[in-house]
């Protein structure tokens, strides 16, 4: 049954078999086990032909919440290398050495949550991650759409060794903070900005290098800035950040850098989250701590106000999915239900 002939009927009793042995014979069909006499030819299931999750994963991580981040790869021959340089010189990061730790008489906290990041903490995290995007390229495929001695940024001269020497975390973190400061955006909006980058390197099939980083940084920025904020801004607005840039070059790099995404702006919750806590991850193995307070008064008042703001919002959203729809599990908790009796 399905893709396979019964072995009830012989090959030789169907009329049509013969009328397809010509066709057979000229387009044969590439099978992943032996042809049986009894059976006829094995058609191949549709699910084997199917690209397993864990490489379709692989292939998109800004897609995919269980997939790992580039970024956080790209990393981890730095980090591995300052680990065994430490271990080496029987030293300690000088990070851990200043850390904070809780104890019995003080909770070391930091404002920092996945809902909302603290900003300045989020920018050098994600300019790092640029960085080592960089820093740790396997080549150096780009379009000319993001070239920046093609499309210049500044009237300033590009360097001839532009395409050549790669940019500094804090040159990264100046660029990105100077955006975010004009332009007024949130932290989570950097976030997404990750996203969308590393879904252009995935699905363009290209590099983030020295003759492009900005360029691409700053279509990722706008859209991002467009999809996320709900007072998203104009694309002239950056045109006042940029003074040397063009609207018209600003729309053509816009228009570029969705097609290349095939207009998939969608960034699922478990997506944003999982990019969330690696860019944490890559701040404590980069000694990028979040900044840490003491707990008190005021700001445990603070906390339980956001607390009960969520539990709020989230009851909101049970009593609204409760009024669309009930199903049968829900109906377990539900008594002195009344049978209408026809």
């Known amino acids: 049954m399905g893709g396979s002939v019964s072995c009830c009927i012989s090959p030789g009793e169907s009329p049509k078999v013969h009328r397809r042995e010509v066709e057979l014979e000229e387009c044969p ?20 032909r199917e690209l397993p999750d864990e490489l379709a994963q692989e292939a998109n991580p800004s897609d995919h919440p269980r997939a790992s981040t580039l970024f956080l790869n790209k990393s981890q021959t730095d980090v591995r290398e300052k680990r065994k340089s430490n271990y080496l010189n029987h030293q300690m990061s000088p990070g851990l050495l200043t850390k904070k730790y809780s104890s019995c008489s003080t909770i070391f906290i930091d404002d920092s949550t996945v809902s909302q990041p603290n900003l300045k903490s989020t920018i050098k995290c994600v300019a790092l991650a640029i960085y080592y995007h960089i820093k740790n390229r396997d080549s150096n495929r780009s379009l000319d759409i993001f070239d920046e001695k093609k499309h210049p940024l500044t009237r300033e001269k590009v360097p001839d060794d532009y395409s050549v020497v790669d940019p500094e975390h804090k040159l990264i973190y100046r660029f990105i903070r100077t955006l975010f400061s004009s332009a007024q955006l949130t932290a989570e909006c950097a976030i997404v900005t990750l996203v969308y980058l590393e879904r252009l390197l995935t699905y363009a099939e290209m590099d983030i290098c020295p003759c492009n980083w900005k360029r691409i940084v700053l279509g990722a920025i706008l859209l991002a800035s ?117």
């Not at 000694?287 to 008190?296: R, Y």
Request: some cysteine.
């Open 29 to 48: 069909i590439t099978t992943t086990e032996d042809v049986s006499e009894d059976t006829g030819t094995y058609l191949q299931h549709i699910s084997d």
């Open 226 to 342: 467009k999809v996320w904020d709900d007072q998203a801004v104009w694309n002239v607005d950056y045109c006042q950040i940029l003074k040397d840039i063009t609207v018209e070059d600003m729309n053509e790099m816009e228009r570029h850098f969705l097609e290349l995404l095939q207009f998939n702006i969608n960034v699922p919750a478990s997506v944003y989250a999982k990019y969330y806590f690696d860019l944490r991850s890559l701040a404590d193995e980069n000694n990028l701590s979040f900044p840490l307070e003491p707990l008190n008064n005021k700001r445990a008042q603070k906390l339980e106000a956001i607390s009960r703001l969520c539990e709020d919002k989230y009851k909101d959203l049970c009593k609204s999915a409760m009024k669309r729809s009930v199903s049968v599990d829900n109906l377990v908790g539900i008594k002195n239900t009344h049978a209408v009796l026809s």
